[in-house]
């Protein structure tokens, strides 16, 4: 079975520039995360999706994150205009649901997205 | 809100030595518990995990116990080896959602 496929796996930009992320999930996964990963710290979550509706974005900047998921599959993270402290590895994470489908399953990651701003 | 603490890395140890990753939780309800791990150049992988008070989660070698009474979940195997040399996370998901909260990882290096 493939895994979760993110891109591009590096990318180095200027502050004030715009960057975007691709994910695509396991196949079948309903639930879809972005998390944000700075050096030294655990991941945080940004973003949640189920199928193409979002269930919690409390922690995502909204006035420079963008994420959607249309059509439920893949999905798309953007910043823009990028500052400095997102430099971060950016994961992509999905899951299926539960045999209830009440609640999400494990989580499985991708290899992440590695943003330096400089 | 939902918080994990661990033990200040980086960790050094010699194959074979005992290693414990400590781990404590702060959260209302009853969340489950996780240990994820993150070799260098690959993404997070669950390692093991524990749903309720008493649990033990295992899996290669480690294991955690899911202990209510000390909010805590160490993370413990008995003899390492270099192959075990990661990044390792523990994690709680909260009772009613599916929102996984990280704590900072512990770098674990082992040699030879």
């Known amino acids: 079975e493939a895994g979760v496929a993110q891109s591009p796996r590096y990318k180095i930009i200027e502050k004030r520039q715009s960057v975007a992320f691709w994910c695509n999930p396991i196949?079948?996964?309903?639930?879809l995360y972005w998390y944000q990963q700075i050096l030294g710290q655990g991941p945080k979550l940004l973003i949640q999706?189920?199928?193409?509706?979002?269930?919690?974005d409390s922690q995502l900047p909204k006035d420079r994150f963008s994420a959607e998921r249309l059509k439920g599959v893949d999905s798309t993270l953007k910043i823009q205009p990028a500052k400095l402290e997102d430099s971060a590895v950016y994961l992509c994470?999905?899951?299926?649901?539960?045999?209830?489908?009440?609640?999400?399953?494990?989580?499985?990651f991708g290899e992440g997205s590695r943003l330096t701003v400089l | 809100g939902d918080s994990v603490t661990q033990m200040e890395g980086p960790v050094t140890l010699s194959e074979e030595a005992f290693l414990t990753i400590n781990c404590t939780y702060t959260?209302?309800?009853?969340?489950?518990l996780f240990w994820y791990v993150q070799y260098p150049g690959e993404g997070l992988q669950l390692l093991l995990k524990?749903?309720?008070?008493?649990d033990k989660g295992s899996n290669k070698g480690f294991e955690a116990t899911y202990r209510k009474e000390t909010t805590s979940f160490h993370l413990e195997k008995g003899s390492v080896q270099v192959s075990d040399s990661a990044v390792y996370f523990c994690?709680?998901?909260?009772?009613?959602?599916?929102?996984?909260?990280f704590g900072e990882g512990t770098q674990l290096t082992v040699n030879p």
């Open positions: 994470a999905s899951s299926p649901l539960t045999h209830s489908g009440r609640k999400a399953g494990e989580l499985f």
């Open positions: 196949s079948g996964h309903a639930t």
């Open positions: 999706f189920q199928n193409n509706g979002v269930v919690d």
């Open positions: 959260a209302t309800g009853y969340p489950s």
């Open positions: 524990a749903t309720k008070a008493d």
């Open positions: 994690a709680l998901r909260e009772t009613s959602g599916s929102r996984l909260t």
